[in-house]
Nanobody
């Protein structure tokens, strides 16, 4: 079992930055790939980024490449999402999700464990 807790969301002006954290329980956190998703009101939950357990391999959706960076510190059981150059269209609830193994999946149903989400609001 893995429990995930996100933090770091808030209100920011367009062009600003936020860093989200996803703190995990469990002693084998390094065996899990972790992804960030986001969901705007009335829309589907969409994939943003993934990082493998080794922290070396990362993958991003096109809309956030060059602006967002996913990283992890396995000693702290935490995954981060650094978000720069934020836009109003980045406004959503952001979720982290974990899945055992190294494969990269962009569909929410592939992930077994989810956090409760953290709200990010970007004003224009």
């Amino acid at each position: 079992q893995v429990q995930l807790v996100e933090s770091g969301g808030g209100l920011v002006h367009a062009g600003g930055s936020l860093r989200l954290s996803c703190a995990a329980s469990g002693r084998t956190f390094g065996d899990y790939g972790v992804a960030w998703f986001r969901q705007a009101p009335g829309k589907e939950r969409n994939f943003i980024a993934h990082i493998r357990g080794n922290g070396i391999s990362t993958y991003y959706t096109d809309s956030v490449k060059g602006r967002f960076t996913i990283s992890r510190d396995n000693a702290k059981n935490t995954v981060y999402l650094q978000m720069n150059s934020l836009r109003p269209e980045d406004t959503a609830v952001y979720y982290c999700a974990a899945r055992l193994g190294v494969a990269v999946f962009t569909t929410p149903t592939a992930y077994s464990y989810w956090g409760q989400g953290t709200q990010v609001t970007v004003s224009s």
